[in-house]
């Protein structure tokens, strides 16, 4: 037997033998439901056949028949209504399970999330990429094919989206882009940081959706929440189906705050705060204006998250702030990686390593957050050392600053574009998709392994665009992208370790050493940060500007 669960009251498997039933009641299920037609098979034993062991075995025994590729919306409902009518858990099986397991994404569309529905009998090994449609529309099928069709669709208006989009409307101001986003505000999120240590305004981080969609581009103000790569269609909330001939991809990913028990509850109050939050920064400098004594914690969860420096970026900022108030002899700071290193590029990490010694902070490796009592002020750990066996630590704080796991967005992690981890599965130097050649990914949301950085997204986007480009003209790719990212690291207000990257922490600084050292503390990298860099993102980088990030030409053709 092939039991695959697909939830709690539910599992599914290919056809079954009379002589499995009593394992099937051994194993606890209590009712079977036979999705397969008699007679579909030669060697398939008819439902009365199994009817009779279920009976001898204390199973209720249904039957259900479906046509192999006609699941009807009415076979649909009629499952649903059945799986709550018998005893659970309940076993539904067919010719492979597939037709079962469509039977039951289709009557639970109506409510369950597509995204849950999608990842759950992903996980049971099936894939209902066939009726993804049919899901988003409650389980019913769909009456239209496509409701709007672009030249180009860009799912994502974040830094990404909106550089790609205005970088390809440089070059091809004819096309017809459509950008499909639900977001009424655009955030400066390199900005947050500086907010959390009272450098920043928030107000200074936001602006209007609205405001920022390059002109001519078509904003079509809408969650995604599927994609049909095979068709050359992105599905959105209400099933309404938009049509591509090219499509990029950018959405960013997930802050997955629910992921740690208690810390939901407790944001934004007794002492718990993320600069990765627009509403949180500014309790961040709160809560180190008013700290004389006591524990901060910053805590940094495991790869991959975006501005892998931000962390301890938060964690100098707020040493800066208590060593210039005179109480950081008063403060234990205490920095819980998940990982093994203070940062993953060697150059950068002497100069970072002089600021914890400045601080006194003490490194806490291999430590990741597992939960939280906000009422209580404990966090506890999980330690996971190289060759010893996981244990946990529970500690108290006065104040901790928490960085959420993150992961790609729930409708692409279940999706075709992606790989095995859930991320958009492209070629690291094209940002072309590795299986859909009408397909592209940048910033956040792709497997290219560099830095989730802005930075990165502004480099990638005048590669993703030429790119793009080429295609539309029958040309290979025409640019690379080397891995560049970039992570201004605040050690102290006024003064900035500049960390410029690619792939293999090889070093790429953007300008000669003798004008500005990257692996050191200096006052012209806070400069660029504070006061050069917010205009750049804003009247360059997202108007299609490609300041200092002309893309590498691979060919000439």
């Not at 005893?87 to 109506?110: E, N």
């Not at 920064?281 to 420096?309: D, E, N, W």
């Not at 094209?430 to 950085?453: C, E, F, I, Q």
């Not at 860099?533 to 804003?538: G, K, M, N, R, T």
């Amino acid at each position: 037997m092939d039991l695959r669960q697909i939830d709690k009251t539910l599992s599914v498997s290919p056809q079954i033998e009379v002589a499995d039933l009593a394992a099937i009641k051994a194993a606890g299920f209590r009712a079977i439901i036979c999705n397969r037609p008699d007679g579909e098979g030669a060697d398939q034993p008819t439902f009365e056949e199994i009817e009779r062991a279920a009976t001898e075995a204390g199973l209720v025994a249904r039957y259900l028949p479906v046509t192999s590729g006609l699941v009807r919306d009415e076979d649909a409902a009629q499952f649903g209504d059945v799986l709550v009518e018998l005893p659970g858990p309940v076993l539904a099986y067919c010719r492979t399970g597939t037709r079962s397991a469509t039977l039951w994404s289709l009557s639970q569309a109506d409510k369950k999330s597509s995204s849950d529905i999608l990842a759950a009998t992903k996980a049971a090994g099936y894939d209902m990429a066939g009726v993804v449609r049919r899901i988003v529309n409650g389980g019913k099928t769909p009456t239209s094919e496509g409701d709007a069709k672009f030249d180009v669709v860009i799912v994502g208006a974040g830094a990404a989206g909106i550089a790609v989009a205005s970088s390809l409307r440089a070059r091809k101001p004819d096309l017809e882009i459509a950008l499909i986003d639900p977001a009424d505000i655009h955030y400066y999120q390199p900005g947050w940081t500086m907010v959390g240590g009272g450098i920043f305004d928030p107000e200074t981080t936001a602006k209007t959706m609205g405001s920022l969609i390059p002109h001519g581009v078509h904003w079509i103000k809408s969650a995604v929440a599927a994609f049909e790569p095979q068709n050359n269609a992105v599905i959105l909330d209400g099933c309404r189906v938009v049509k591509y001939t090219r499509l990029i991809v950018c959405p960013g990913l997930k802050l997955n705050w629910n992921a740690i028990p208690g810390l939901v509850e407790t944001l934004g109050r007794n002492g718990v705060t993320s600069n990765y939050r627009y509403d949180l920064a500014p309790y961040t400098y709160q809560l180190v204006k008013g700290m004389k004594s006591g524990r901060a914690i910053f805590t940094q969860p495991p790869m991959p998250i975006k501005c892998a420096g931000a962390p301890q970026k938060a964690m100098y900022l707020s040493g800066d702030n208590w060593l210039r108030a005179g109480v950081l002899p008063n403060i234990d700071i205490q920095f819980m990686n998940a990982g093994g290193v203070l940062f993953g590029v060697k150059d950068y990490v002497p100069a970072l390593e002089e600021y914890v010694k400045r601080y006194d902070a003490t490194l806490n490796f291999f430590h990741n957050l597992v939960s939280i009592d906000g009422d209580a002020k404990t966090a506890t750990f999980k330690v996971s050392k190289p060759d010893t066996e996981p244990t946990t630590v529970t500690t108290e704080f006065d104040m901790i600053h928490v960085v959420p796991p993150q992961c790609a967005p729930d409708f692409i992690r279940v999706s075709p574009l992606a790989d095995a981890g859930g991320w958009v599965d492209v070629d690291q130097s094209t940002l072309r998709h590795k299986s859909y050649d009408n397909v592209w990914s940048l910033g956040d949301v792709m497997n290219a392994p560099n830095a989730k950085t802005a930075a990165a997204a502004r480099m990638q986007a005048p590669v993703v665009a030429e790119n793009v480009s080429a295609d539309i003209d029958g040309k290979a790719p025409r640019a690379v992208y080397n891995g560049y990212g970039s992570c201004p690291l605040t050690v102290e207000r006024g003064k900035i370790v500049l960390a410029e990257f690619g792939y293999g922490g090889t070093l790429l600084p953007s300008f000669p050493k003798w004008l500005l050292d990257g692996t050191k503390p200096t006052r012209l990298a806070w400069l660029l940060k504070e006061q050069i860099l917010p205009p750049i993102y804003w009247k360059a980088m997202l108007r299609g500007k490609e300041w200092m990030a002309t893309p590498e030409k691979v060919s000439a053709n």
